[in-house]
């Protein structure tokens, strides 16, 4: 009977809550899944320009939002869309870019990008740069990406 008691109490205060854990820690870890980003590349600057553009698609399995990117190659990153409308080209930043469950959203030339501006030095074909995303879910938690860009020729 004492080993029956001894087994009892080892399950209740070791065992039982290892097991919980370790199921809390499983499912959690299933909805951390990282966002899907393809295509990522840098457009190359001339000597000089201190402003860079940054391009990517992005696709995560839930609503997610991205709320800021950062990079040790700018001294600031910021959101931004374009848009020519009746000949006249806008573009605005933006404070957060909405991801809609499964559907892709495309950065790319002439749309949505990255501004990276206060270049540290100017990004040339051939290299690579590093971009830190912040994303922020319908819970309200906020993840962080580290994704590196190679950098190539305008014409993509």
Same mark, same amino acid.
Not at 18 to 25: I, P
């Given at each position: ?85 009746? #000949?006249?080209?806008? /573009? ?5 870019? *909405? =991801? &809609?469950? %499964?559907?892709?959203?495309? !950065?790319?030339?002439? #749309?949505?990008?990255? /501004? ?5 030095? *100017? =990004? &040339?074909? %051939?290299?690579?740069?590093? !971009? ?25």
């Amino acid at each position: 009977m004492q080993l029956l008691t001894l087994f009892s109490r080892l399950f209740t205060t070791t065992l039982l809550p290892t097991v919980l854990m370790t199921v809390f820690l499983t499912a959690h870890a299933e909805t951390a899944k990282p966002v899907q980003i393809q295509q990522a590349w840098a457009r190359a600057t001339a000597p000089g320009q201190s402003v860079g553009a940054a391009y990517m698609t992005l696709t995560h399995h839930e609503n997610i939002t991205l709320i800021a990117a950062d990079s040790d190659a700018a001294g600031t990153v910021e959101i931004h869309s374009m848009e020519m409308k009746n #000949g006249v080209m806008k /573009m605005r930043m933006l404070e957060a870019l *909405p =991801l &809609k469950a %499964g559907k892709p959203v495309k !950065l790319g030339p002439g #749309g949505l990008h990255l /501004m990276l501006f206060d270049l540290q030095k *100017p =990004l &040339k074909v %051939g290299e690579k740069i590093e !971009l830190t995303l912040c994303f922020k879910n319908q819970r309200g938690e906020v993840t962080h990406q580290t994704v590196t860009l190679p950098i190539k020729e305008a014409a993509q």
